[in-house]
């Protein structure tokens, strides 16, 4: 998939306290970060539709979040 770019994962690690990231590790979190967002874009894209609505809105994300 790899649709997130690396370079800002890598300060999410740097900023959580890592004072050295390996690229293996980078490359793990990216892997995390993207599927958990797409289970989190697809429970919201189900709120749209149970909505009657095409469009997923902030609405839907956000009881997406509150449904996990």
Known sequence: MAELPRAPLERL???AGAERVS???TEALREAVEEEAL???ERAR???Q???RK???REDVRAARRDR
Request: glycine content about 0%; cysteine-free; charged content about 30%.
């Open 39 to 41: 289970e989190l874009a």
């Open 50 to 52: 149970h909505a009657n």
């Open 55 to 57: 469009t997923v809105q």
């Open 46 to 48: 189900e709120f749209s």
């Open 23 to 25: 690229d293996e590790a």
């Open 13 to 15: 690690l740097r900023q």
